[in-house]
């Protein structure tokens, strides 16, 4: 049984830093991709940051220099640092992961497991 869980949102001045944390059991982090996506209000989820299985990053042009995507095999944890932090990076964000590795890293329908996610608001 495949379980994501999400941790680290929170409610942060803009200019300010989280980091994200996502506990992965079921699974191993070294055999799959892993993302983190978000949705805000009204729009759409989107991918933020990806990372292969073999530690490739991929980032969303909206955070690119301003989030690293990281991971911890022997912890099984997937990371979102997110620095410099702006009222538009609110967002519910879901981490997922994709045992296929097909697809762009940031296409949606590739993952088939997702946490359930953590809230993040910029004032």
């Known amino acids: 049984h495949v379980q994501l869980v999400e941790s680290g949102g929170g409610s942060v001045q803009a200019g300010g830093s989280l980091r994200l944390s996502c506990a992965a059991s079921?699974?191993?982090?070294?055999?799959?991709?892993m993302g983190w996506f978000r949705r805000a209000p009204g729009r759409d989820r989107e991918g933020v940051a990806g990372i292969g299985r073999y530690g490739r990053t991929y980032y969303a042009d909206s955070v690119k220099g301003r989030a690293t995507i990281s991971k911890d095999n022997a912890k099984n944890t997937l990371y979102l640092q997110m620095n410099t932090l702006k009222p538009e990076d609110t967002a519910m964000y879901y981490c997922?992961?994709?045992?296929?590795?097909?697809?762009?890293?940031?296409?949606?329908?590739?993952?088939?497991?997702w946490g359930q996610g953590t809230q993040v608001t910029v004032s």
């Open positions: 997922a992961a994709d045992r296929r590795g097909i697809g762009t890293w940031a296409a949606v329908w590739r993952y088939g497991y």
């Open positions: 079921g699974l191993s982090l070294s055999s799959v991709d």
